[in-house]
């Protein structure tokens, strides 16, 4: 690669605090997957039951859904950088808790839920929380989708590292040290996030009450077209194709007759996938053209899910799931750039809590719907109507933007990004 290309892919790294961050969060988000993966192991191990294995998605994910909104709102009112550090703090906890239980044999489906509902609320303050500090940490705002696209290559190289090394430490020692292993990896983030030295983020002061903010969020963001269907097809691929990650050791065990090591191979081809798509949209030099990313991406995560819940073959099935791990990054961070671009900073906390609320507080409710499915119809036929769903949703989003696009170009004008309006006459919020 030109040094001129890799300068470019890494531009945000300009600013200091975002160096700090991305190499901190590094280290904590390969123990992330780790754990993420020896839970679903542990639990399916535990009971055979692909409905635990929905209900415990569940667990982890729907205090998002129904939190996120009034996390937005507090990322709003207070300082997002202490909030932060609470979060990776509470989060250190809980993967010390589940590494003492799993460790000392006292870990069963009951303890594990509810540790699990305790993340999901940590994660309801994190995920917004951390998504509009970016815009902290990156002191060139031209650096924003860079640093976005950055982040999800952060968490996705993770997430090609993670499962692999949890595969052969699951077979090696156990998921108690997998845990363990977590539990330490936060105090480099915890670190990264000490070690920065930020300029006081002006907080509006305002004497609306809560619940109006709150409502003045929700307005804001679905009275506004492109947000709302942005946010709209990403509940809805995030309810149909996100299953796919508890279904899959299922596959593993009753379909390509597997072991734990299989499973991470297979979580790591995703993450390979998604990591090539994290890369491609860091080298992207303006937010032009997200639209069209956006639009085609889940189609690219239908065909994915389809042809998976089709194979039979471990190698095969290893080959398929990097398409799935790119479909699902390419709209995720091209959907997080294009709203971080558009939205106003003081109602960025809530709208990126909705979007928080599309992405993960909807996984919950498709995990269950998923795990439910897969035990009347069979976790392939699940996975394949989840990918009609995603292809269909594809397709409707593509037709709207011609209708979206007059809604842009007055805020691109405004931010520079284009140079000027082709009419005078577009509507703006």
């Known amino acids: 690669m030109k040094p001129e290309k890799l300068t470019a892919i890494f531009r945000s790294f300009e600013s200091r605090n975002f160096q700090l961050f991305f190499f901190g969060q590094g280290i904590s988000l390969i123990g992330t997957w780790i754990t993420q993966v020896a839970t679903i192991w542990l639990v399916y191990r535990l009971t055979h039951s692909v409905l635990l294995l929905g209900l415990v998605g569940f667990a982890s994910q729907f205090p998002s859904f129904f939190m996120s909104p009034f996390a937005g709102l507090f990322v709003d009112r207070y300082n997002r950088h202490r909030i932060l550090i609470i979060t990776q703090v509470l989060s250190m906890v809980q993967s010390l808790a589940l590494a003492a239980l799993a460790l000392t044999g006292k870990a069963d489906i009951f303890t594990i839920i509810i540790l699990s509902i305790f993340q999901g609320l940590v994660n309801a303050f994190d995920v917004p929380a951390r998504q509009s500090f ?253 990918g009609i769903c995603c292809i269909a949703g594809s397709f409707v989003f593509y037709k709207q933007l011609p209708t979206l696009k007059p809604f842009i170009v007055p805020i691109y004008t405004n931010l520079g990004i284009i140079s000027e309006l082709p009419s005078t006459d577009l509507p703006t919020r």
Not at 172 to 178: K, T
């Open 134 to 386: 970016v815009m902290e940490m990156v002191e060139k705002k031209e650096h924003l989708g860079n640093a976005i696209a950055l982040n999800s290559s952060l968490f996705n190289g993770a997430r090609l590292i993670g499962p692999a090394i949890a595969g052969l430490l699951l077979a090696a020692v156990g998921e108690g040290i997998c845990f363990l292993i977590d539990g330490v990896s936060y105090i480099a983030v915890i670190y990264s996030l000490l070690a920065m030295h930020l300029k006081p983020r002006k907080i509006y002061p305002t004497n609306t009450r809560p619940l109006q903010q709150l409502k003045d969020g929700f307005v804001y963001a679905f009275g506004f077209p492109p947000i709302r269907s942005i946010l709209l097809l990403l509940a809805l691929v995030s309810f149909a194709a996100m299953p796919y990650t508890i279904l899959v050791p299922v596959f593993v065990t009753d379909i390509l007759k597997g072991n734990s090591q299989t499973l991470g191979f297979l979580m790591a081809g995703s993450g390979l996938g998604a990591f090539a798509g994290a890369i491609y949209l860091s080298s992207r030099q303006t937010v032009r053209g997200l639209g069209k990313i956006i639009a085609l991406a889940p189609a690219l995560l239908g065909i994915g899910l389809i042809a998976f819940s089709l194979s039979r073959n471990f190698w095969i099935s290893f080959l398929i799931m990097p398409i799935i791990g790119c479909g699902m990054i390419l709209q995720v961070a091209s959907s997080n750039t294009f709203l971080q671009t558009i939205v106003e900073d003081d109602k960025r906390g809530r709208v990126m809590s909705l979007f928080t609320m599309s992405f993960m507080g909807t996984v919950p409710l498709g995990n269950l719907a998923g795990g439910t499915l897969a035990n009347y119809i069979g976790a392939p036929n699940t996975l394949i109507l989840g």
